[in-house]
């Protein structure tokens, strides 16, 4: 168990609907980072919040939006679903503390978003 | 392009044999590179970390080399066991800016 909790598990909805991930990062970890993963691909970086702030951004599309909550949880919104974004969602936190953290990342068991 | 690249993309081995992983990656300054795990429908788990003055490093049956120079690091499995079936994901760390760049991974397939 990494400590990071992400629900829901599995998700099943319709193309043009809109969804909301959720994440629990580690406790102490100040970091939390979404990657979307679809069928037999890699880990594609979405995007990284720390303490609350946008830190970084990858390839993620103007559909999908996250925050970070003054309790550290985070949470990715996916709207105008297309078949294309189905795929499993990570969620990693880190301690992200710079000067001694070696950038270990925890990641939940994901979230299988499935769009038909 | 991408600054980790992984090789091969897949193999399958026999059970009880050995395999090594390639990773070739061009982020600078370096500051570790770390492999990690990633069971199918799982998140990834971390197996070991490189740092810049490590050449190598052991868990288990796993190993890891790392030439800084070459800036190419090696996951050897020894003895290779049916629970070693997945990916192998090879993800460095910028000294820069702590930016973690990914590798494709290489997916690994163990039959008995």
């Known amino acids: 168990d990494s400590g990071v909790t992400q629900t829901p598990k599995h998700l099943i909805t319709a193309t043009g609907q809109r969804v909301t991930l959720r994440c629990s990062p580690r406790s102490g970890d100040l970091s939390v980072y979404w990657y979307q993963q679809s069928l037999d691909q890699g880990l594609q970086f979405l995007i990284q919040y720390y303490n609350g702030e946008e830190r970084a951004k990858g390839n993620i599309l103007e559909r999908f939006s996250a925050q970070q909550f003054p309790d550290l949880h985070s949470e990715l919104n996916l709207s105008s679903l297309e078949l294309g974004d189905s795929a499993l969602y990570f969620c990693?936190?880190?301690?992200?503390?710079?000067?001694?953290?070696?950038?270990?990342?925890?990641f939940g068991e994901g979230s299988r978003l499935t769009v038909l | 392009k991408n600054q980790v690249e992984q090789s091969p993309q897949s193999l399958i081995i026999l059970e009880g044999k050995n395999c090594t992983l390639q990773?070739?990656?061009?982020?600078?300054?370096?500051?570790?590179l770390r492999w990690y795990k990633q069971d199918t429908g799982r998140g990834p788990v971390s197996l070991t970390i490189?740092?810049?003055?490590?050449n190598t490093k052991s868990n288990g049956r796993y190993t890891a080399t790392l030439d800084a120079d070459t800036k190419q690091s090696s996951l050897h499995i020894t003895a290779s066991q049916l629970s070693d079936s997945a990916s192998y994901i090879c993800v460095v760390r910028s000294q820069h800016d702590y930016k973690l760049s990914f590798g494709a991974g290489t997916t690994v397939t163990v039959r008995a």
């Open positions: 490189m740092t810049f003055s490590e």
């Open positions: 990773c070739n990656y061009t982020v600078s300054p370096f500051s570790n």
């Open positions: 990693a936190s880190s301690v992200e503390a710079r000067s001694f953290d070696t950038g270990e990342l925890f």
